[in-house]
């Protein structure tokens, strides 16, 4: 299961020596692949176990086969080469936009030159779900079925106005990532939790954890394109500021 999992994944030698190491260091036999475990064999059973879990991935709809590309998905926009100035008014600032990298490196360390990443998991509404609901599902269609469960309804888009300014609120949020890029300070501490020595009590705390808030919402504001979800620390921390407060 394991080596099937890792298998390209960046460093997958040293990750299948591992596990072939442990493996082996509980006594273990790789060569065994019985999958009968009607004998009572528990390292069929696991084997068993293992094929049905690769076996179900292979068809839940998430096209593991084709590397969980898109099949149906494609943009309206064109890329964003961000090695050249480009005159960007012709697109709909509505839709996504592709970037186009000399040089990128995705979530899970693999490097590729020349790139233009595609859109992340437009289409992982059709993937088989374990706990969601269909009386929650939406079919939405923008030129294919796109499967939405609880939908939250649309964002705010950009409004064809140059009188709203500000006041607009697409750009309102877009302006928000600036106002607090603003207050992001490469001398301030970002250990959550550290006691500061001029704050007492839990004061000293929540000055620490507004900082790495601080930084975190900016972060992940900028780093949605190559989320799924948010970051661990980035839940945990506010975990942290609701029991201080």
């Not at 190491?21 to 065994?32: A, I, P, Q, V, W």
């Not at 879990?53 to 080469?81: C, H, K, Q, R, V």
């Not at 507004?210 to 919402?217: A, F, K, M, P, V």
């Amino acid at each position: 299961m394991l080596t099937h999992r890792f298998l390209n994944s960046p460093g997958t030698d040293q990750i299948t020596t591992e596990i072939d190491d442990l493996f082996n260091s509980y006594g273990y036999d790789k060569t065994f692949t019985s999958e009968d475990y009607s004998s009572g064999s528990y390292a069929a059973l696991g084997n068993y176990l293992a094929a049905q879990m690769i076996t179900y991935g292979l068809n839940d709809n998430a096209l593991e086969t084709s590397d969980y590309s898109n099949a149906f998905y494609t943009p309206d926009n064109p890329p964003l080469i961000l090695e050249l100035y480009q005159d960007n008014t012709i697109i709909n600032p509505n839709k996504w936009q592709p970037l186009a990298f000399d040089m990128f490196q995705d979530q899970s360390g693999n490097t590729f030159p020349n790139e233009t990443p595609d859109f992340l998991s437009p289409e992982w509404g059709s993937v088989k779900p374990f706990s969601l609901k269909t009386d929650d599902l939406q079919v939405l269609n923008a030129g294919f079925d796109s499967y939405v469960y609880n939908d939250p309804g649309p964002p705010v888009y950009i409004q064809n106005s140059n009188g709203l300014g500000i006041d607009d609120p697409y750009k309102w949020h877009f302006a928000l990532v600036a106002s607090w890029s603003s207050h992001l300070d490469p001398d301030e501490s970002h250990l959550v939790g550290k006691q500061d020595s001029k704050q007492p009590g839990c004061r000293g705390i929540r000055i620490q954890l507004r900082r790495t808030l601080r930084r975190e919402n900016l972060e992940y504001a900028l780093d949605l394109f190559r989320r799924i979800f948010p970051p661990r620390d980035w839940l945990s921390n506010r975990v942290k500021a609701i029991e201080c407060c």
